[in-house]
């Protein structure tokens, strides 16, 4: 029985997600990646692998059950929607392609027809103009799964560190009303279970990153480290999780301290990526935890700038197959 494919989504197709997952296919033996196919676009795909300057041989497939066997001489792009290729030119068609992709290859994760998924880089305000209601891609999977938004944990995940933003799409003016105990505790436990689950770690250390200056400063700059970040962390310990914390966050990235702990729970968005991508933006996978399904995707963004110029590093989106698929072998044993 060949083993289940990865479905992979076309992200923006105006973005550099086509391309990428075009070079990965190419890279598929060096890179020792997994097989995946693409949902939808398969002309699209083959006009975006041509400008990349690749020899692609897209096999268009009907059922996701021929991609494995694909896999090897071609790239399987299963039938569904398609649009021209106009890298740099996000429209409202492209936006709506995209939708449908990722909406097809959640499904299948969802119906167990394929080992995870693989999301494409999208454009949050141009998916919003095409009714895309989510947050990000995090939240659509999770309800996908019946998984209320809260418990779909986002963690970006580089050679050189794990960080899961506590708050993520928030404003930073909000961030701070955002953190409860409640908050803490719940995506400490998700983490804690992933880590093991998914990631082979049997008793994963947890830092916990303070929200304030100097952790604090024993209260002289401000006092959500004293009287909610500590309480909830003490509560995790006694559960038996390795959590400690709360760290002054500047100096917890250093490289000493990147070897005390596993992950790092941060408590906003930046404080979370600029370190990761600081290290490891060309390897950066951002996974979401908690979910029945596995999800990866590259930690960058669409770079519409750059899309169709040949610049866009593809290490990112391997990162992120190798990594579905690592997962997948763990939890399923494929
Ligand atoms: N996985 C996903 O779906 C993600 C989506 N986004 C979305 O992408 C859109 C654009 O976000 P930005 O903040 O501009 O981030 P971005 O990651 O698209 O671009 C930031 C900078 O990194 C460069 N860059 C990005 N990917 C690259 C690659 N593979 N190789 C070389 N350089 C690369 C870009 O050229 C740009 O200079 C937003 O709507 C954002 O929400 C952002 C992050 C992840
Ligand atoms: N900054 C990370 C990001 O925007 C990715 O979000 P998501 O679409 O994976 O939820």
């Known amino acids: 029985m060949p083993p289940v494919p990865l479905a992979a989504s076309l992200g923006d197709p105006a973005g550099v997600g086509p391309e990428l997952l075009a070079e990965a296919w190419i890279r598929r033996e060096t890179d020792d990646l997994p097989p995946f196919f693409v949902t939808g676009g398969a002309q699209l795909m083959a006009a975006a692998a041509r400008l990349r300057g690749l020899s692609v041989p897209v096999a268009e497939i009907f059922h996701q059950a021929e991609a494995a066997e694909c896999f090897a001489r071609a790239l399987p792009v299963l039938a569904g929607p398609d649009g021209d290729y106009a890298p740099g030119r996000p429209d409202r068609a492209g936006a709506e392609l995209a939708l449908a992709s990722l909406t ?17 880089p999208i454009h949050k305000a141009r998916l919003a103009e095409v009714g895309f209601i989510h947050p990000g891609q995090t939240e659509f999977v999770a309800e996908a799964c019946g998984v209320q938004p809260g418990d779909a944990v986002m963690m970006l995940a580089g050679p050189h560190l794990r960080t899961v933003p506590l708050t993520v799409h928030v404003a930073l003016a909000e961030v701070a009303a ?80 990147r070897e005390t702990f596993d992950v790092a729970l941060c408590m906003y968005h930046d404080q979370a990526l600029i370190p990761l991508k600081a290290l490891d933006f060309d390897q950066g996978v951002n996974v979401t935890l908690g979910l029945p399904i596995i999800r990866t995707s590259p930690d960058h963004g669409t770079a519409f700038s750059i899309a169709g110029t040949g610049k866009a590093d593809a290490g990112a989106m391997i990162a992120a197959i190798r990594m579905a698929g690592d997962c997948a072998q763990r939890r399923f044993g494929n």
């Open 104 to 120: 097809e290859a959640t499904r299948l994760a969802v119906d167990g027809e394929v080992d995870g998924v693989v999301t494409g």
């Open 178 to 257: 955002a953190i409860s105990e409640a908050l803490v505790e719940r995506k400490g436990r998700i983490v804690a279970a992933a880590l093991k689950r998914d990631f082979g770690l049997d008793a994963p250390r947890i830092a916990v990153a303070a929200l304030n200056p100097h952790a604090g400063e024993e209260g002289r700059m401000g006092d959500e480290e004293a009287r909610l970040i500590a309480p909830a962390i003490e509560r995790l310990r006694a559960e038996g999780i390795a959590i400690d914390g709360p760290f002054a966050a500047d100096g917890l990235f250093a490289p000493r301290q």
